[in-house]
């Protein structure tokens, strides 16, 4: 008897203790201020550049240029290869897209995109797009940040520069038989990746 009150009491007491943090946390969240969509972008772009830097750096680099134990291929599956980090981004901006769709409060977009694209539907479509493609190739180390509207609605438009961080970068768009430029090297900017997130009007 005595365990089975004490048992309820730690239960009641487990129960009112965390109602009240739970109260808390919502109190504090609508109390913070919220993010403004420039440092949504960034914090979006750090950990984009930042995966796809390292799968290009110790994966394909690796494997591809330094080890030689396979190569990567944009025909990856027929030819039992690495995928390209620019389509590994385009499968993840992919799922990213259709995933949203079930979540409403969750509403951006990103690409890979470049003055220069191997595959022509990387090309920038948008006036945003051109100006910030050419500024960010044109600045180095700096971003690119516009607003749009697009189809009635009114969007934050950043644009972040894509370097080649590896020789594997280099020698894919250089040696690449579609490519309109074939004169690359390590450091430079070889287009940008631009992430577009809706604003209120």
């Not at 220069?116 to 990387?122: A, D, E, L, T």
Request: glycine fraction near 6%; charge should be positive; hydrophobic fraction near 40%.
């Amino acid at each position: 008897m005595k365990q089975n009150l004490f048992t309820s009491i730690v239960v009641f007491g487990t129960t009112v203790v965390l109602g009240a943090a739970s109260t808390l946390a919502v109190g504090d969240v609508a109390n913070e201020k919220l993010i403004t969509p420039r440092a949504m972008a960034d914090a979006l772009h750090l950990v984009m550049d930042s995966d796809r830097t390292i799968y290009t750096r110790k994966i394909v680099n690796r494997l591809v240029k330094k080890d030689k134990v396979i190569k990567a291929s944009e025909h990856f599956q027929d030819d039992k290869a690495l995928a390209l980090p620019a389509q590994m981004f385009r499968f993840g901006s992919e799922l990213v897209a259709k995933r949203a769709d079930a979540l409403p409060d969750v509403n951006f977009s990103y690409s890979l995109q470049s003055l220069w694209p191997v595959n022509r539907q990387n090309a920038p479509k948008t006036e945003a797009e051109k100006t910030g493609l050419k500024y960010v190739a044109e600045n180095v180390g700096k971003n690119y940040y516009t607003t749009e509207k697009l189809g009635g609605k009114s969007y934050f438009t950043a644009v972040y520069p894509d370097i080649a961080v590896a020789p594997v970068c280099v020698s894919c768009h250089n040696d690449h038989k579609d490519s309109p430029r074939r004169d690359f090297k390590i450091g430079q900017v070889m287009g940008g990746v631009v992430i577009r997130i809706p604003v209120d009007q």
